[in-house]
């Protein structure tokens, strides 16, 4: 039997306490899988007095992750200590420098400097490994990174927040809205005091440009995302989706164009029989396009504890196997800059509701600047606001009523410009809410 | 640069065609992630003559396929001939004795030979690799030896088998019949001329045990599992299923119970809003269970040359990087033989449709029988045999009235026991029909 691999594990919140449970639980099955110990020697975290669910006089205490990360009886070390700077970023760095295996689950870090430590770890000869940073406990990563090798990506999208994909679903079978969903998602302990990150898209953003990185070959770059978060979803809207046979989700789409790679994170419409559609509450979701080969899609838990840790231990799994791939799948310093395809090229349907004022001539205001586009319209609903639960208000003058647009294909820049005259024309209210429509 | 991987491909039908193309297409985009090409260099099939979509004469054609697999300017066999005997057989055992890495799509073979195919791979320290054998495009095989690594698995099950997929929903989409769904499929190509392996049951049998072996590290063995194909299910069956929230789709299962691990296919009622659920037509998807986990659902093409081409050049690229795992995810020699759990102890809700004979006592008859097998029924519904399209014509002599019962769990002894009881009794006509249903 092979010596054992020895563990340093850096951050002990919720994720490094189930690491730590975890790999009691699975001692003698990972034993047998890869045919040496995964041992946990020594463990860095703020607090090392805590009160905690497991003995911890098994482990030897190190105060300074950097200092775990240089330990020479450490052969690994697992960072979940989070955040895109130090103390994270050192302990990774001054890991691989020293020629130990790296295991995170820090997006944040990833998304910011992906590829210079994928080059460090290369360079030593370690591995990387992050399936813990990208949805969780569905192995996404592995799956992009050699699960599919054979595959020449066009796409791939998915339902990558746990806590967007929850307030969508409440709001749609409960009828509550945003703020409520938002409310009891923060009860439940799936959103944050401050929801910022999540519900504005930048979560889903990180993630996404770590999977753009992996299926398309490019370096990491969260700035090349366009991103819209879900905050001014309502449920006239998602009533409106149903009548129409879709679903709202907050989708990071990554997409080869003519022009590019397309980046976006955005509320969308996605058909209502999809995979994506049929995902609720916390669970994420991915499907990934190649060509020639129907879409494949998984489906599981995108965050907790146990979902995480599930990852982080298959990540050193492979690691006691000796087994190790570049960490985007391709020599990093082949990964090439982004050719960014600009968000006003974008091309699908659009799902518009205005609030039109309930004048003579605003009908034909609005077709003539939707004309002037030349964007065509697969269906137009104009509703009674009576009619739908929670939908907008007609104007306090009794003016303004709401109308549903579903285009044809056309381009970003042409549903801009249009709603863009339409306000100069006075003819609706408010702003008018634009969500992308991704067909499967 | 490293040497390309030489590779010999054994079987030149759908499959091995669209490997020779894949490897073409993606040659540039392989040689960055493996570091390496991956290069066919000699082909064997059965008529070399043949007109082929590609140019023939750039590859050395070798009569004999373990002729083939000898050859020592090869590093790498693909095996897609198929067939669990020879020359499959021998090929993969001459080319792995001969300590060269092996690819295969052969679930038949891998369901007979599966243990000692591993041994030897492992005794000459070569991947035996054969993500192409179940499930097609989904990288299922790699997700269960590697990506959950960190998973103690509680259930697999899934839709293993496009042909009886895509039959259910024609039947359930269109109100077609069983047998005009089965024309149609053959029709499409989709179901040979002889269809029994595929609706039987059998084809999801062996790709189930090849599945199951991976997740509870067990021998594999088809003849550990109960097999019952979908020949005998109605349009009666899938009208009840859409009233009570439900569809029916044939899965596979294996489940660790008390008793050992319980493994089987049939055709079984799915909630209607789970993932499984929502899959249609030849589109194959599995749902793993893991314990503290939520489920985890991987969904796509189960077959055709292009996916199937996609994991077998999977497989070669992790070759070329040199990655090798144990096959089954741990060494053969630990594979535990299976702990079969009885099927007439599985425990769970059941779907019943009998055809009553309408006759006074009827009812308090079967309610007895359920009653003396301790069966509560969750639901029960007395038919019109005219309200429901194909729904099983009343007897000739106008006596037989649909009823279908639903029941909370229990177990199939008590299931076939109570049914055995109620023929006896002769208060119904024909056989009963009865679904297994399947929670998730």
Request: net charge negative; glycine share 4%.
């Given at each position: 039997m092979a010596e054992p691999l020895k563990v340093g594990l850096a951050g002990l919140g919720t994720v490094g306490t189930a690491v730590v449970q975890l790999l009691d639980q699975g001692r003698e099955k990972l034993l047998a899988r890869c045919g040496r110990a995964i041992q946990i020697v020594a463990i860095s975290a703020r607090s090392s007095g805590k009160k905690r669910?497991?003995?911890?006089?098994?482990f030897r205490w190190v105060g300074d992750p950097v200092a775990l990360a240089r330990d020479p009886s450490i052969d690994a070390v697992v960072e979940v200590i989070g955040g895109a700077g130090d103390p994270a970023k050192r302990t990774i760095e001054t890991a691989l420098a020293a020629g130990k295996a790296v295991v995170t689950a820090n997006k944040a870090l990833l998304a910011r400097h992906g590829q210079k430590l994928a080059i460090l770890a290369e360079r030593h000869r370690v591995a990387l490994n992050f399936e813990a940073s990208v949805a969780g406990g569905i192995p996404i990563v592995k799956t992009l990174r050699e699960g599919l090798n054979g595959a020449s990506f066009s796409r791939i999208y998915g339902i990558l927040n746990g806590t967007c994909n929850y307030i969508l679903s409440r709001m749609e079978q409960d009828g509550l809205a945003f703020a409520d969903g938002l409310r009891d998602a923060q009860r439940l302990g799936y959103?944050?005091?401050?929801p910022t990150f999540d519900i504005e898209g930048h979560d889903t953003a990180q993630k996404l440009s770590i999977l753009a990185s992996l299926a398309f070959g490019t370096k990491v770059d969260p700035h090349a995302i366009y991103v819209e978060g879900?905050?001014?979803?309502?449920l006239a809207d998602l009533d409106a989706a149903r009548e129409l046979g879709y679903r709202v989700k907050l989708l990071g789409v990554a997409v080869k164009t003519a022009q590019g790679i397309e980046q976006r994170v955005h509320p969308t419409m996605v058909p209502r029989d999809s995979a994506l559609a049929q995902v609720m509450g916390v669970t994420n979701a991915v499907t990934v396009d190649a060509e020639g080969l129907a879409p494949i899609t998984l489906v599981g838990p995108g965050a907790g504890g146990a979902a995480t840790a599930c990852a982080v231990v298959a990540d050193l799994a492979d690691i006691a196997r000796g087994v190790r791939t570049?960490?985007?799948?391709?020599?990093?310093?082949?990964?090439?800059v982004i050719r960014k395809a600009p968000m006003q090229h974008h091309e699908g349907g659009y799902y518009i509701r205005l609030l039109a004022r309930d004048r003579p001539g605003t009908a034909a205001t609005i077709a003539r600047r939707l004309a002037q586009q030349k964007i065509s319209l697969e269906s137009i609903v104009q509703r009674h606001a009576a009619g739908s639960r929670g939908a907008a208000q007609p104007g306090r003058s009794g003016e303004a009523v709401p109308v549903i647009m579903i285009t044809y294909a056309t381009s970003e820049d042409a549903v801009r410009k249009a709603l863009a005259a339409v306000r100069r024309d006075r003819v609706i209210s408010g702003r008018p809410q634009v969500i992308r429509i991704e067909k499967n």
């Open positions: 669910d497991f003995d911890q006089s098994r959103a944050e005091a401050d879900i905050s001014s979803i309502t570049s960490p985007f799948g391709r020599p990093a310093a082949l990964m090439t």
